[in-house]
C-alpha cells in the first residue's frame, strides 16, 4: 500500500468513513503477518520559501508498524492501527502523554524548520 501527502485523507474514498479507511488498509495487507514486514511512516514536510527565492524544506517522520485489527475508534484516522515503534499498542489506545510522545512528524519538521528560521535570523 502506498499512499502520500493529503490524498492519504481520501485513500478509501472521497467520503469515507474512519472504518472504511481502516478497512482497506489492512484488507490490504491481510496476507501480511510478520509485523517487521507491515512497517508504515507518518511523514510531514514543511516547505518555505523566502523573499530571495530559497526553499528550506524540513522533514519530520514518526515509524511505526500496521497491526493486523483495530479496537478503539477515534482521534487520528489512521490511529486505531498504527504502533508506533517502540510501544506494543496504537496510537488510539494511547495514554495521552504517550501519544504526544510517539506521534511527533509534525513538530519535528516544524522544529527542523524553526531552526532554519533562527539561523538565518528570520
Do not use: W
Request: some cysteine.
Amino acid at each position: 500500500m502506498e499512499s502520500h501527502g493529503v490524498y492519504t485523507a481520501r485513500y478509501a474514498g472521497e467520503n469515507a468513513t474512519q472504518i472504511q479507511s481502516l478497512d482497506k488498509v489492512l484488507n490490504k495487507l491481510k496476507d501480511i503477518y510478520k509485523m517487521s514486514d507491515r512497517s508504515a511512516t507518518f511523514v510531514c514536510v514543511l516547505t518555505a520559501i523566502l523573499e530571495d527565492g530559497e526553499k528550506i524544506v524540513a522533514r519530520g517522520e514518526c515509524k511505526g508498524f500496521i497491526a493486523k485489527e483495530y479496537k478503539v475508534l477515534g482521534g487520528l484516522t489512521y490511529g486505531p492501527i498504527f504502533i508506533p515503534e517502540g510501544s506494543d499498542k496504537p496510537m488510539s489506545e494511547m495514554r495521552e502523554e504517550d501519544y504526544e510522545k510517539s506521534h511527533n512528524h509534525r513538530e519535528k519538521a516544524t522544529k527542523i524548520l524553526l531552526e532554519e528560521f533562527r539561523k538565518r535570523n528570520l
